[in-house]
Nanobody
């Protein structure tokens, strides 16, 4: 498993932007398919965006398409989530996650990921 630490969360007004970062430990970051998930109290954790090992393939939840952009810098062992046009319904704890090494599918299922960060709170005020 890879150790993951998120940062960049905070309070923003509706329509604003935030960029989340996910820093990974180790020297094998490029072997992990990565994803962003979010969770609100009382609800299941849901997929937000995912990215392939090289960064060439991305996948987004319908609710964030056109507003969020996932990217990664394998040289820096870091993944990002650029969030724009934020809405109050985007308020959640955001988690970064990694699939087992050498996986190929950018999965939308939480069960496919076995490494998780501690989460960072994003609050969007109306």
């Amino acid at each position: 498993q890879v150790q993951l630490v998120e940062s960049g969360g905070g309070l923003v007004q509706a329509g604003g932007s935030l960029r989340l970062s996910c820093a990974a430990s180790g020297r094998t970051f490029s072997t992990y398919v990565m994803g962003w998930f979010r969770q609100v109290p009382g609800k299941e954790r849901e997929f937000v965006a995912g990215i392939s090992r090289s960064g060439g393939t991305t996948n987004y939840a319908d609710s964030v398409k056109g507003r969020f952009t996932i990217s990664r810098d394998n040289a820096k062992n870091t993944m990002y989530l650029q969030m724009s046009s934020l809405k109050p319904e985007d308020t959640a704890v955001y988690y970064c996650a990694g699939r087992p090494p050498h996986s190929t599918v950018v999965s939308t299922s939480t069960a496919s990921y076995d490494s998780w960060g501690q989460g960072t709170q994003v609050t969007v005020s109306s």
